[in-house]
């Protein structure tokens, strides 16, 4: 089955700088890969994701690359805020199936 | 919308006690979902659901099971709750599985604690 891997497991950060977190996929077959936000004490929410059929993606201070090649995606968040501290979630799945696999998480904490 | 929604938001069970989490989506989505979050682990998939009526294992289904008797409601049972069954349980929804319609929107979660 599919597993994904993720790094850092933690990620601090000064206010302004840019942050990446990075996955890695094992099933070449998934085409499918979001990227959530877990808030303290919440549930996660989708923040940006990405299919197979693009190689990159950007939402405002959001973007996410893929390389199917060598199964990996990257989030990258520029002029980190505070309040994007949060723990993020990648993750991975074969459209149709719904049965993503996630990452074991990235704390990021943005200090002011 | 109140989204997805779960009751109750915490408990504790003395092993071998049972219970059963509540999970109700208002979005009138097809796909529902329950996952477990462990620390260092991220969240696991236990059994899900693409309809109502229909129920499936995911990637931890033992000890636990589900029932989808309503398309807006998701049951997931613990028969004889283990220690090792100690989590964070969040529910998911999604319209589908299909490419544009699959987002999963996730509840705010029920922490169980087993002694």
């Known amino acids: 089955g599919e597993n994904v891997e993720q790094h850092p497991s933690t990620l601090s950060v000064q206010e302004g700088d840019s942050a990446v977190i990075k996955c890695t996929y094992s099933d070449s077959a998934s085409n499918y890969f979001p990227w959530y936000k877990q808030e303290l004490g919440k549930g996660p929410q989708l923040i940006i994701d990405?299919?197979?059929?693009?190689g990159e993606k950007k939402d405002q201070r959001i973007a996410v690359t893929l390389n199917k090649t060598a199964k990996h995606f990257s989030l990258h968040i520029t002029e980190t805020q505070p309040e994007d501290s949060a723990v993020y979630f990648c993750?991975?799945?074969?459209?149709?199936?719904?049965?993503?696999?996630f990452g074991t998480g990235t704390r990021l904490l943005v200090s002011p | 919308n109140a989204g997805v929604t779960q009751t109750p938001k915490f408990r504790v069970l003395k092993t071998g006690q049972s219970m059963t989490l509540l999970c109700a989506q208002d979005?009138?989505?097809?796909?529902m979902y329950w996952y477990r979050q462990d620390p260092g682990m991220g969240l696991r998939l236990i059994h899900y659901s693409v309809g109502e009526g229909t129920t499936a294992k995911g990637e931890v289904p033992d000890g636990y099971n589900v029932s989808r008797l309503k398309k807006q409601n998701f049951l997931l049972g613990l028969e004889s709750a283990a220690p090792s069954q100690t989590s964070v349980y969040f529910c998911a929804s999604s319209y589908s599985g299909l490419a544009g319609r699959s987002e999963q929107y996730f509840g705010p979660g029920t922490r169980l604690t087993v002694t």
């Open positions: 979005m009138n989505h097809e796909y």
């Open positions: 993750a991975a799945s074969i459209t149709g199936f719904q049965k993503l696999v």
């Open positions: 990405i299919r197979s059929n693009v």
